[in-house]
Nanobody, 122 residues
Framework: QVQLVESGGGLVQPGGSLRLSCVVSGQNFSNYAMAWYRRAPGEQRELVASITAGGYIKYVESVKGRFTISRDNLKNTMYLQMNNLRPADTAVYYC????????????????WGQGTQVIVSS
């Protein structure tokens, strides 16, 4: 069973920065397309950024130019650098495989971690 542990969230003022981390255990994630998701209060979970095994990256329009996704396959860890944060970025952030690519979760993936809370407020 794959475990996903997100960290790095917190309270930050508008314009501030945070770096989120996602540690994957139970599977070598280097072969999989991964993604960061977020769920704002009262909203559905949305995909924010994705990165394929080969390093191809996509972002949702609202975070382009502000967020940077990366992965370290040796550490089985994925990151999300978030700059120029806005109140609209307030959400719980999760990592997982890119469900837009996989019709069914491969390799023991599928379950969600606890997420990490990001609050952007003055």
């Amino acid at each position: 069973q794959v475990q996903l542990v997100e960290s790095g969230g917190g309270l930050v003022q508008p314009g501030g920065s945070l770096r989120l981390s996602c540690v994957v255990s139970g599977q070598n994630f280097s072969n999989y397309a991964m993604a960061w998701y977020r769920r704002a209060p009262g909203e559905q979970r949305e995909l924010v950024a994705s990165i394929t095994a080969g390093g191809y990256i996509k972002y949702v329009e609202s975070v382009k130019g502000r967020f940077t996704i990366s992965r370290d396959n040796l550490k089985n860890t994925m990151y999300l650098q978030m700059n120029n944060l806005r109140p609209a970025d307030t959400a719980v952030y999760y990592c997982n495989i890119d469900f837009k690519i996989y019709s069914s979760p491969p390799g023991g993936f599928g379950s969600w971690g606890q997420g990490t809370q990001v609050i952007v407020s003055s």
